[in-house]
């Protein structure tokens, strides 16, 4: 978790980190992308409520051709 209070903030971080591992020259020509899901803490739900928001934001990276960024607020 990293401690933010804009989902903006948030977005932005992820695809920074996307866009740097994307970028990076791994040994023996590996190539490596990933997917994030991006979501905000609400006091209203449990943190086991928070990852599942996350992981379906994650889910939608996936089905977008993933090496990408999804965000969903509840």
């Known amino acids: 978790m990293v401690k933010i209070h804009d989902i903006q903030s948030a977005e932005r971080i992820a695809e920074n980190l996307r866009q740097v591992i994307a970028a ?3 040994s023996e020509g590996l ?3 990933c997917s994030f899901g991006v979501t905000l803490d609400n006091d209203a739900f449990e943190i086991e409520d ?3 928001i996350a ?6 990276s996936k089905e977008n051709g993933r090496n990408c960024v999804s ?3 509840n």
């Open 24 to 26: 990076h020259e791994f």
């Open 31 to 33: 190539k490596v992308t």
């Open 50 to 52: 928070m990852i599942q």
């Open 55 to 60: 992981d379906q934001a994650l889910y939608k």
């Open 71 to 73: 965000v969903k607020i």
